[in-house]
């Protein structure tokens, strides 16, 4: 018998299946052990701490959600007259691609509005998700952190966990407590770029770091020919550029990392080599970021700094009162949780220097939440009016998209991004780690959904022990 004609007339469109923010949907089943492997190498730091709060709505290995109900597809969730939880989530059987094809439904239906109170699903997950958190405290080597969601343009949920300090076990941390970001700086570098190009001073993405940056050399062993190196290709880790700066050896590290100019690291820089071709595969470079912040703020205002374009032109109208990049500045304060090494020892405080584009940034679970509900809004109704000042609706998809996916499939990178493919959903996420503190900033753009975490610790002391002991329970399908 032949299928059914189906139209899309007003009168037809509840032919597909209802499905609402609630849904939960089973991660795929199908990936080999080496696959799993090489995912799990790659962002075990990223995925491990998230997955957890990723699970409470459904979005990392092992759980998903789609989205709101499409209006071309199906009505929003119905709920109980109280408020109670929405009663269509539909049958996680159903294949979504399936509906999109035969059906015509989106395959990733527009995020709804959550009920309130939170169904009783959402609750319970978010008590797991802080009963796991907690079970990460060490008193040596993780003492505080400080996690937090947003979905759509609400602060869903935010709590802290151990202390600020290990003296002073009382100083619970909140979404206002500061953290070292380190390498989630690197979003704001990009961030310039983007504004510079909305604005007009650069023409193109693709111009070449040279234009901005005349006396940018380093040798190319892989061409006969000088391969111009691009804004883009740095901002993706695709230039093929050396990982870290030619700082050489500074006289006190525990004050600064990097005491140069910029003269000073293009003259090093010159005989040094690219380790790779441009548009090769990912090789991460603090280098490129340092490039960037550095020589296109002093191109186009040579009597403005970095961090000072940064806090006029993106901080100040996102709102972001507690990020910055002095650490002795009065607002900072007491409010900055104290960082540890993997051995326990308390970590100084030291400044990072000339490519302090990259990793010298302090922010709050609080900020970040600002920049999830910034990158994520995209221009829809409820977009703050702010936004557009710092980028257009169409840069924010953009700076969004990934640039590069690896042979596994799994994962990739954007500008600056992390990505990882988790059902049909893509997570963005930029994880940093320096010396005494942790951090993970992720967006799933098709669900208007943030996820931060904020460490007093590094890595080392947590990933495979998160790892490890969060599988069994938040990868269940693995």
């Not at 709920?79 to 999109?100: I, K, L």
Request: charged share 20%; aromatic share 10%; proline share 8%.
């Amino acid at each position: 018998m032949a299928p059914e004609k189906v139209r899309t007339t007003a009168q037809d469109v509840e032919v597909c299946p209802p499905r609402t923010t609630l849904q939960i949907v089973e991660f795929s089943r199908g990936k080999s052990k080496r696959q799993r492997w090489r995912t799990g190498l790659l962002f075990a730091s990223a995925i491990a701490v998230t997955a957890a709060i990723s699970a409470a709505l459904g979005i990392a290995a092992g759980l998903g959600i789609a989205g709101g109900s499409s209006p071309s597809c199906s009505d929003p969730a119905d709920t109980s007259s109280d408020g109670g939880e929405a009663t269509n989530v539909v049958n996680p059987e159903v294949d979504v691609h399936q509906q999109s094809s035969v059906l015509g439904c989106p395959i990733h239906p527009f995020p709804s509005p959550l009920p309130s109170p939170l169904p009783d699903k959402i609750e319970s997950a978010i008590a797991a998700v802080e009963r796991r958190l907690a079970g990460l405290i060490d008193d040596e080597t993780m003492p505080g952190l400080v996690a937090s969601i947003t979905y759509r343009d609400t602060d869903l949920w935010s709590s802290g966990f151990g202390a600020t300090k290990k003296d002073v076990p009382q100083a619970t941390p909140d979404k206002d407590t500061l953290y070292r970001i380190a390498s989630v700086s690197k979003i704001f570098v990009v961030l310039m770029v983007y504004h510079m190009y909305n604005r007009g001073l650069v023409r193109s993405l693709d111009d070449p770091l040279n234009d901005f940056c005349p006396s940018f050399h380093i040798n190319n062993r892989f061409t006969s020919s000088s391969e111009d190196i691009t804004l883009r290709q740095v901002m993706t880790s695709m230039s093929g550029l050396p990982r870290e700066a030619p700082c050489g050896q500074p006289e006190d590290p525990a004050v600064n990392l990097c005491p140069h100019d910029t003269t000073t690291i293009l003259e090093r820089l010159s005989q040094q080599y690219t380790v790779l071709p441009p548009w090769t595969q990912p090789s991460y470079s603090n280098l490129g970021f340092g490039l960037l912040g550095r020589c296109l703020v002093s191109h186009f205002f040579p009597e403005t700094s970095y961090e000072d374009y940064l806090q006029e032109n993106i901080l100040r109208p996102l709102g972001m009162s507690g990020t910055g990049f002095n650490y002795s500045h009065t607002s900072v304060g007491d409010r900055l949780a104290t960082g540890y090494e993997s051995d326990g020892s308390e970590e100084p405080l030291y400044d990072i220097g000339w490519w302090g584009p990259a990793s010298q940034m302090y922010s709050s679970a609080s900020d970040l939440n600002k920049l999830a509900k910034f990158l994520y809004s995209n221009g829809a109704a409820d977009d703050d009016p702010a936004f557009s000042g710092v980028l257009s609706p169409s840069l924010r998809r953009l700076i969004l998209l990934p640039t590069y996916t690896n042979r596994d499939l799994d994962t990739g990178v954007g500008a600056p991004w992390e990505v990882s493919y988790q059902q049909d959903y893509t997570l963005i996420m930029k994880g940093g780690n320096l010396r005494g503190y942790s951090a993970v900033f992720s967006v799933v753009p098709d669900l208007k959904l943030g996820l931060n975490v904020l460490f007093s610790g590094m890595w080392p002391a947590i990933s495979w022990h998160w790892f490890a002991n969060s599988t069994p329970s938040s990868f269940p399908h693995l």
